[in-house]
């Protein structure tokens, strides 16, 4: 499966932001898609997931009630909608796609799909 992340820009703190991870090549039907993020200085850090197939989603406590995930059947594609945004939510914003159990998604080893990462810029 190919993954194409976008919607990253540059947006004041406390703006809003959706990024967006379509698949192509086969759907995410047997996948949990995550959101992950990473700037030069910290290592590649777990942002959000969701189940494809059912319910089920996953959120790290630094984004929890700022950032919803969720899914488009009929457009094949995962979106990260982030408010509130603050200046330490700068970072390349990637999407993956595994098919481990729910308490595996916030480790980025455990994905093997990742798509190219999108620039998301909160200033200050």
């Known amino acids: 499966v190919q993954l194409q992340a976008s919607g990253g820009g540059t947006v004041q703190a406390g703006g809003s932001l959706r990024l967006s991870c379509a698949a192509s090549g086969r759907s995410f039907s047997n996948y949990a898609v995550g959101w992950f993020r990473q700037t030069p200085v910290k290592d590649r850090e777990f942002v959000a997931a969701?189940?494809?197939?059912?319910?089920?989603?996953r959120y790290a406590d630094s984004v929890k009630g700022r950032f919803t995930v969720s899914k488009d059947r009929a457009k094949n594609t995962v979106y990260l909608q982030m408010n509130s945004l603050k200046p330490e939510d700068t970072a390349v914003y990637y999407c993956a796609v595994t098919t481990v159990v729910f308490s595996s998604w916030d480790d980025p080893t455990q994905y093997y799909y990742w798509g190219q990462g999108t620039l998301v810029t909160v200033s200050s």
């Open positions: 969701i189940r494809w197939s059912g319910g089920g989603t």
